[in-house]
């Protein structure tokens, strides 16, 4: 396990990364909470500062996410894309916090409904391999300010994992992420941000007849952008106090 821990005497929150990327992108958001809670990131082998596997699948990195999250206890767990994805599929295994925030993590009833959860850019994300066009639009739609920095973290990807992620053997067994969350106990909210290129608005908007649970709250407007916690810190870490 690698996760790094900035100690305070305030509520445990944990951030997790989405695909490509690694724990770097939520440097400006732990400086922003540092006095307000104990703040802990947890990077996916692969993307991040961990070891890397010498095989990939969805059973391996679900694993780690639990062990991770059951070792630090957070009152609060922020997950981005496919951490979120990951947070979901081991979800009755991990220690349940006060609050679940999924960024960007639209609940897929398979595998192949992800062909109707994300767009065209956001399917790119599992292919196998980029072409440098492919990495500089990738790049580009998660941040036009900062598209450097962003290409800088999909170069550092190891193409093993992304060889890996995008076979279909290694995502299963995959479990129901609507019921899933139809049994969850705990407070969860589901944010799909504004301007996000990677989503099918269409997808979520479907979400609000299929997931009857009262504990699972879906947020469609408070946020923009696919990564609102790097391209805009101060307004997601406004909304983020409000759980800590």
């Given amino acids: ?20 990327l690694n724990s770097s992108i939520f440097s400006k958001v732990n400086q ?39 070792t630090l206890k957070p009152d609060v767990i922020v997950a981005h894309s496919l951490s979120g994805h ?22 897929l009833l398979s595998v192949e409904a992800s062909l109707d ?3 065209d850019l956001g399917m790119l994300m599992n292919k196998d391999n980029w072409t440098m066009e492919e990495k500089m639009k990738i790049a580009q739609s998660l941040s036009i300010d900062c598209y450097g920095e962003i290409l800088n973290l999909l170069n550092a990807t190891d193409k093993k994992f992304k060889k890996d992620w995008s076979k279909i053997e290694n995502l299963t067994p995959f479990k ?7 049994k969850y106990s705990a407070n969860c909210y589901l944010y799909f941000c ?11 908007n479907m979400l609000h007849t299929q997931i009857n649970n009262l504990n699972v709250q879906i947020n469609q407007n408070s ?22």
């Fill in 176 to 182: 129901n992420e609507i019921e899933v969350l139809n």
């Fill in 117 to 119: 959860a994300f767009s």
């Fill in 194 to 204: 504004l301007d996000d290129l990677f989503i099918n608005y269409e997808y979520c």
């Fill in 1 to 20: 396990m690698q996760a790094k821990t900035k100690q305070i005497d305030h509520k445990k929150i944990v951030f997790l990364h989405g695909n490509s």
């Fill in 86 to 107: 990951l947070v979901l599929q081991g979800l009755d295994g991990i220690t349940k916090p006060e609050h679940l925030i999924l960024i960007g993590t639209p609940p």
């Fill in 32 to 70: 922003l909470l540092s006095n307000q809670a104990s703040v802990s990131t947890i990077d996916l082998p692969g993307n991040g500062i961990c070891s890397s596997y010498k095989k990939y699948n969805i059973k391996k990195l679900t694993q780690h996410v639990k062990d991770c999250i059951n």
């Fill in 223 to 244: 946020l923009r952008t696919h990564i609102p916690f790097f391209n805009n810190p101060y307004s997601f870490v406004e909304e983020i106090s409000k759980f800590i």
